[in-house]
């Protein structure tokens, strides 16, 4: 059974940093495209940063140089880097797999088929 859970969600200032983590299991880590995505209220779900089986990364432009995805393929553990934070970070952040798909690291939604339960983000002063 494909699982993942995330954790590391909180409330934390502008311009702070939190670090998410996503433990997953029942599929291997290190062969699949992996990806962080946001939900804030009444707005769809968006890709935020997403890595291939080699490594390769790629983010929206919003988050650019100042978030970091990377993962521990021996933890089977995701992360996520979020540094300077803006409010308009509040979201709830999820970690999803694309399980069924055999291309490069993709932000796009659709390829992702399995998610965590997602860990809320608060940036507020």
């Known amino acids: 059974e494909v699982q993942l859970a995330e954790s590391g969600g909180g409330l934390v200032q502008p311009g702070g940093s939190l670090r998410l983590s996503c433990v997953a299991s029942?599929?291997?880590?290190?062969?699949?495209?992996m990806g962080w995505f946001r939900q804030a209220p009444g707005k769809e779900r968006e890709g935020v940063a997403t890595?291939?089986?080699?490594?390769?990364?790629r983010y929206a432009d919003s988050v650019k140089g100042r978030f970091t995805i990377s993962k521990d393929n021996g933890k089977t553990t995701l992360y996520l880097q979020m540094d300077s934070l803006k409010p308009g970070g509040t979201a709830v952040y999820f970690c999803g797999a694309a399980l069924d798909f055999g291309g490069p690291a993709t932000l796009a939604r659709g390829e992702y088929n399995d998610w965590g339960q997602g860990t809320q983000v608060t940036v507020s002063s």
């Open positions: 890595i291939g089986r080699v490594y390769g990364t």
């Open positions: 029942g599929f291997p880590l290190s062969d699949n495209v």
